[in-house]
């Protein structure tokens, strides 16, 4: 029998992660979602075919597993509104930037199973790549079904430290936006030489796609899949010596530390 699923605040994040579910086949009758946007619930229960609701209590005490997905500043009082109804044997999941598992904890005032995920969007494509952790209440069973259903949109890393998870949110979580951004401004460049915005598109993102797609595809050193095309003072050296001249090693440095020191100061903010 499957477990139905609540998720509590379907916006961005969630939808990316019900979206991938659902595509890997999980069942739409066993996804309930809570959000305060009462007008998108029709448009999420058709794309979705899942149940969308503005009870959160109701959803959560539905559940067997609980996917807590509002911003991090809004999380106790969704914890403090749902906690009288929580029971013992039901699995929370947050994906929230910063909040610590003790801080969860400490919200849900019950010795429940929690697991504290980093997801990213492109779980919505089935390319997602989430980092966990669990609370020592999670059981072994309850870890598999974690692994296995975010497996199901993209893959999983379990760290052993919850500090890693600063790490996991800099490099992962909020990744994809650094690579959007770079495609924004690759693509911008294109259409000022000359290229219309389609063609742009599909040439710098199909170039992201390769490269990435050669990083996990082949067990090679990425510095020598840089090298094999950088011909000696051929065009692609002129664009990455323009790289380094410019600093590109400090400037993505400075980023992944900015974003990490970003989710500790939101678990700073809400330690307990
Ligand atoms: N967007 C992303 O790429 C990622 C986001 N996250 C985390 O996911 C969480 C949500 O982020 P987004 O989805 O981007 O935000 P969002 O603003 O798109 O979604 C939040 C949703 O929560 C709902 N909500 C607010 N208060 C509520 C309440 N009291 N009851 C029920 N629903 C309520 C809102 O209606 C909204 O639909 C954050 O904690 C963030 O740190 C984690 C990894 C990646
Ligand atoms: O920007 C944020 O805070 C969230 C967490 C990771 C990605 N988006």
């Not at 309930?32 to 959560?60: C, F």
């Not at 974690?146 to 999983?156: L, R």
């Not at 050296?237 to 970003?262: D, M």
Request: hydrophobic residues 45%.
């Amino acid at each position: 029998m499957s477990l139905k699923i609540a998720f509590v605040g379907v916006g961005n994040m969630a939808s990316a992660i019900i979206g991938g579910l659902r595509a890997s086949g999980y069942a739409g009758e066993s996804i309930i979602g809570t959000s305060r946007n009462p007008d998108k619930h029709k448009s999420l229960e058709a794309q979705y075919g899942i149940v969308m609701t503005a009870d959160n209590e109701w959803a959560v005490e539905q559940a067997d597993v609980v996917f807590l997905c509002v911003k991090p500043h809004m999380m106790r009082d969704v914890i403090d509104s749902i906690a009288h109804v929580v029971r013992d044997e039901q699995l929370f999941i947050s994906v929230a930037a910063g909040l610590e598992l003790a801080a969860l904890s400490a919200w849900l005032k019950k010795p429940v199973a929690i697991v504290r995920s980093m997801p990213n969007t492109p779980s919505l494509v089935g390319v997602g790549m989430s980092g966990l952790i669990a609370n020592e209440q999670t059981t072994g069973e309850q870890k598999q079904w974690v692994s296995d259903a975010f497996d199901s949109f993209g893959g999983h890393a379990w760290v052993e430290q919850e500090e890693h998870m600063h790490t996991v949110t800099a490099l992962s979580g909020s990744a994809p936006a650094y690579f959007f951004r770079v495609l924004e401004v690759m693509i911008e460049a294109g259409q000022a030489q000359g290229l219309d915005a389609a063609t742009s598109r599909k040439l710098a993102t199909q170039a992201m796609k390769g490269a990435a797609a050669m990083v996990t595809e082949l067990d090679e050193d990425i510095a020598q899949l840089r090298r094999n095309i950088t011909s000696p003072n051929g065009t692609t050296q002129a664009a990455l010596e323009t790289l380094e001249e410019q600093g590109v090693e400090s400037l993505i440095t400075a980023a992944v530390n900015a974003c990490a020191n970003r989710s500790k100061e939101l678990g700073k903010q809400y330690k307990v």
